[in-house]
């Protein structure tokens, strides 16, 4: 039981390394995607970016959140909080981006098959959190 646990919290952070790593070397693109699926980013955060548009900021923002807690859960650092942060962040991809609820067509299939495996790894995510 112990290695399949191992295993597992091993394995289910690797998603969110990889996309968050690629989030970084392409900030403009992911920030391009907030903007399009209108993610509310309040406007009183821009005097405190420096000058960096507040899309970009939040790019780097998802991008520190999916590396960052995915090392947590790997390494087995305040796993269960780097585990919650990710349920909390997958969510919220389903809620702004994935939303298939007003979609049709092409559109609906892919973001229904993205939001229902989001879902499962909020699964895998929240045995983390119930384990540690």
Known sequence: MNAAYTLGRILSPIVFLVEGIRKLINVDGIAKMLADNNVPIPDQIVPYLGGMPKYQAAGYLVAAVEII????????????????????????TI????????????AFSGNMTQALKNLSIMGALLLVVAVG
Do not use: E, Y
């Open 69 to 92: 807690c995915g090392l947590m859960i790997m390494a087995g650092l305040a796993a269960r909080w780097g585990a919650l942060v990710l349920v909390v962040f997958t969510a919220a």
């Open 95 to 106: 809620i702004f981006v994935h939303h298939f609820w007003d979609m049709s067509g092409d």
